[in-house]
């Protein structure tokens, strides 16, 4: 109902003029469906205005009786036409405006989930897996507190070596109450004997794992580390094997266009013994700051595996030979990451972290 002129006859009679135009106003006014339900109570409800109007009639003189009944169903019939579309237009407003309320803004930026991911030595140990796995190799694991046997003298390392002394190596006291014979192990070599003590030859397996040694932290040292092991025991294998089986790894670990280098060491698990090293990954062999100018990167120790350890574990050296190696998994990461420092590995900095 707009504000239109009161209709012709109600015009005519004040009072139902009025209560047109208070009609009108009131329902201009309701901004809301209860609103408008309070004005339809307070003009058509039990007691509303129009409705009185109407019971009055019966009390009027006979001569007014005909006319304010014709008029008063008359502003009836207009209040509930004009309360019926109000309430329509009003409850298609609101409908719209609760659809606009609760609609799903696709525009918005989505909420972020964040998503944890494998610490950087994990996927390089699984990726070092990955290659030997494909070269038909099994990983095996071994404990990290280890016996002086397996650690030392199994591996044919003599009492006097300097690995042995308290200052390289984290001796815990045994039952007997001394500090000789358990410790943490100081590499991952002496997962070799105990692989070959339990399982007879071919062997081809790796082992990964946590190494301790007695040091100061550093840029480059850490008293915790790992290392990845390697040990291949069968009829007629070879230096060559070793440095083909190295090479293969080097390439696909550094990249093809990457040159490796056999340089003769000692271990006293191998004889011969080398470490290996990889063109400088930083700048290609040319010589940086981190070959020191040498333009290559030592990565790991290697040799054929001593027939002495063959005695330890009941191999018989004449029928079997093999190979073994041994690499730094944080020393594969710095070179590969270019990561300063070993130290930020175990800082569990996310800065950090979230790059890898
Ligand atoms: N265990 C040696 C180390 O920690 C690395 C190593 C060298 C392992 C030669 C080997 C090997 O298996 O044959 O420095």
Redesign the pocket.
Known sequence: MSREPVPGELAEDPKLGELYRELQRDLEAAGSLPAIEDVRVAFLGRKGKITSLLQGIKDLVPEDRKRVGRLGNQLKGYAERALDEKAAAMGDLELEEALRREALDISLPGKCIQRGSRHLLSQIIEEIEDIFIGLGYQVVEGPEVELDYYNFEALNTPEWHPSKSLQDTFYIENPKGDYQDVLLRT?T?PV?VRVMETTPPPLYVISPGK?FRYDVPDATHSPMFH?V??LVVDEGITLGDLKGTLEYFTKQMFGQERDIRFRPHF?P??EP?AEVDVSCIICEGKGCRVCKGSGWLEIL???MVDPNVYKYVGYDEESVSGF???MGVERIALLKYAVPDIRYFFDNDLRLLRQF
Do not use: I
């Open positions: 590499q070599s070799q190494a290392q092991e390697g271990f698990f191998t013994s120790g290697c040799g073994a190696f041994g």
